[in-house]
């Protein structure tokens, strides 16, 4: 399917989400810019899914767990689910605290027009992200948007500089963190079982601890990140849970290591069994963290769908609130037309364009395999469940980014003394320069030699940058980190910038 078709597609599901609020929502004042945040929602929810879901199941694919074709299915059924299912009914108006009410000055109007050029600019800014093969943050594209308009409506004294310091500050804690914890979790997964004589007997004692962890990460994680905006009607139908209105730490942890004792004693027999049949190498191994990995990408998606589909439907419920209600809430609650438009426009961005970001993150970073990717998947629950508690400011994507960076990084790091052929022909190229070095100390008061020596040994030197950068090349492509970081740091000002030239514009047209 060429890129024509594709964006043709697109356009026919936002126009007919258009068409679907005029036909339901003709009696709302200006029902016509009900209309148009309606299609910018739509295009926002297509651009999460062709950006951001690539990070849940990037890491799958590219390990060979799964085809493209099988992740858009599975990311797509369960991204939608996550939405509509655990999507939650309420919203904040304006995304996490970032610009005081003031801004819109009472005007419910001026708030809509924030709200549109928002969403609108955080779509684009993702649009050219994807556009460019740089996974970034939506969360920071429509932070980043919210800002801008708020700006642009009420001045520089209406943001909260504090919150947005926080985000900032998210830009090293999340990679970092991520990427940290992938490694450990790989280092584990090699010092354990590959370093290993008998690398079948370590798999079977490592593995089933391994799954086991991972599962308690992932009913933690789905506990506290996908189940809390419906958290207060599964503890009416099981009432044995404590009264809260949103899953604690203490009880998503409960939940998790019971999901974890089920899990390892589930897994173990099969982990034997499968053993049993294998031979003692590496390939065989990684065969053990196939089905680890998809159920990984399936819970991940579901998690985030839930989570993050505010991103896209948030400033449109609340855009469709101050229409409804000629007022500026606080909380705005989500029809379910809206989550709708938010899941569905969500799976389609996947189909249409998750492929292009998917194979960035799975394979134009490091090589993956299973393993690798199993490291990934678990540092991005874990994180988000450590930064969540921590109150520190995560985002997901630069989490499942960093931890590709990470595992990237170890391998190098641990793999500084292979025998490769590029690392043999360094350690030729090496001796070389030595060589050169002796001689240029010893040649005495031959000065025509002394010259030729020199320049000999520059060229050399040279050389020997280019087959470190090309080793280095091998396992993680220094391209693509300085691209994506770059991308990161400049979400944010982006998106703000576009949102406020569009702010003035959809102002001018609504005046």
């Known amino acids: 399917m060429n890129n024509m078709i594709k964006t043709l597609l697109g356009a026919a599901f936002a126009i007919a989400v258009a068409f679907y609020v005029n036909f339901a929502f003709g009696d709302v004042p200006n029902v016509g810019f009900l209309m148009m945040a309606a299609v910018f929602g739509a295009y926002m929810a297509m651009n999460i899914g062709a950006n951001d879901v690539a990070n849940n199941v990037g890491p799958a694919v590219?390990?060979?767990?799964?085809?493209?074709?099988?992740?858009?299915?599975?990311?797509?059924?369960?991204?939608?689910?996550?939405?509509?299912?655990?999507?939650?009914?309420?919203?904040?108006?304006?995304?996490?605290?970032?610009?005081?009410?003031?801004?819109?000055?009472?005007?419910?109007?001026?708030?809509?027009?924030?709200?549109?050029?928002?969403?609108?600019?955080?779509?684009?800014?993702?649009?050219?992200?994807?556009?460019?093969?740089?996974?970034?943050?939506?969360?920071?594209?429509?932070?980043?948007?919210?800002?801008?308009?708020?700006?642009?409506?009420?001045?520089?004294?209406?943001?909260?500089?504090?919150?947005?310091?926080?985000?900032?500050?998210?830009?090293?804690?999340?990679?970092?963190?991520?990427?940290?914890?992938?490694?450990?979790?790989?280092?584990?997964?090699?010092?354990?079982?590959?370093?290993?004589?008998?690398?079948?007997?370590?798999?079977?004692?490592?593995?089933?601890?391994?799954?086991?962890?991972?599962?308690?990460?992932?009913?933690?994680?789905?506990?506290?990140?996908?189940?809390?905006?419906?958290?207060?009607?599964?503890?009416?139908?099981?009432?044995?849970?404590?009264?809260?209105?949103?899953?604690?730490?203490?009880?998503?942890?409960?939940?998790?290591?019971?999901?974890?004792?089920?899990?390892?004693?589930?897994?173990?027999?099969?982990?034997?069994?499968?053993?049993?049949?294998?031979?003692?190498?590496?390939?065989?191994?990684?065969?053990?963290?196939?089905?680890?990995?998809?159920?990984?990408?399936?819970?991940?998606?579901?998690?985030?769908?839930?989570?993050?589909?505010?991103?896209?439907?948030?400033?449109?419920?609340?855009?469709?609130?101050?229409?409804?209600?000629?007022?500026?809430?606080?909380?705005?609650?989500?029809?379910?037309?809206?989550?709708?438009?938010?899941?569905?426009?969500?799976?389609?961005?996947?189909?249409?364009?998750?492929?292009?970001?998917?194979?960035?993150?799975g394979t134009e970073i490091t090589e993956l395999d299973q393993m690798r990717a199993f490291s990934i998947m678990m540092a991005a629950a874990i994180t988000v469940v450590i930064a969540s508690q921590l109150g520190l400011p995560v985002s997901s994507t630069h989490i499942a980014v960093g931890g590709v960076f990470g595992v990237g990084f170890l391998r190098e790091w641990m793999d500084r003394k292979g025998s490769d052929e590029k690392r043999i022909a360094l350690n030729a190229q090496l001796e070389k320069v030595e060589g050169f070095k002796a001689e240029l100390e010893n040649v005495g008061d031959d000065y025509k030699r002394k010259s030729e020596l020199f320049e000999t040994l520059k060229f050399e030197k040279k050389k020997t940058k280019v087959l470190k950068r090309s080793l280095k090349e091998t396992y993680v492509k220094r391209g693509m980190v300085r691209k994506i970081v770059a991308a990161w740091v400049i979400t944010v000002p982006a998106a703000a910038i576009l949102s406020a030239i569009i702010f003035y514009i959809i102002k001018g047209i609504g005046a």
């Open 62 to 361: 590219g390990a060979g767990a799964l085809t493209i074709g099988g992740a858009i299915i599975i990311a797509s059924i369960f991204e939608a689910a996550g939405a509509l299912i655990a999507g939650g009914d309420v919203v904040k108006t304006i995304k996490k605290g970032i610009i005081d009410p003031v801004a819109f000055a009472g005007d419910p109007m001026i708030f809509v027009y924030a709200m549109a050029a928002a969403l609108l600019a955080a779509a684009l800014w993702l649009t050219l992200a994807t556009v460019l093969k740089a996974p970034v943050s939506t969360t920071h594209s429509i932070v980043g948007g919210v800002m801008g308009a708020g700006i642009a409506a009420g001045g520089f004294a209406v943001v909260s500089w504090a919150t947005m310091g926080k985000i900032a500050a998210s830009w090293v804690i999340s990679p970092v963190l991520g990427g940290l914890i992938a490694a450990g979790f790989l280092y584990i997964i090699k010092s354990e079982i590959l370093h290993k004589d008998n690398r079948l007997e370590s798999a079977k004692k490592i593995v089933p601890i391994l799954v086991s962890i991972m599962a308690m990460a992932f009913i933690t994680y789905l506990t506290l990140k996908g189940l809390k905006k419906v958290w207060v009607d599964i503890v009416d139908i099981l009432p044995f849970l404590p009264e809260t209105k949103k899953p604690t730490l203490s009880v998503a942890l409960l939940f998790g290591f019971i999901g974890a004792i089920i899990t390892y004693f589930m897994v173990k027999p099969r982990v034997s069994a499968k053993v049993a049949t294998l031979e003692n190498d590496r390939t065989a191994i990684n065969t053990l963290f196939t089905i680890p990995l998809i159920f990984a990408a399936a819970i991940l998606s579901f998690a985030h769908g839930a989570n993050d589909v505010a991103n896209a439907v948030g400033p449109l419920a609340a855009i469709y609130d101050a229409l409804a209600h000629t007022t500026i809430s606080a909380k705005a609650s989500i029809p379910l037309w809206v989550m709708i438009v938010g899941g569905v426009g969500l799976s389609i961005g996947l189909a249409l364009f998750g492929p292009r970001l998917i194979k960035t993150v």
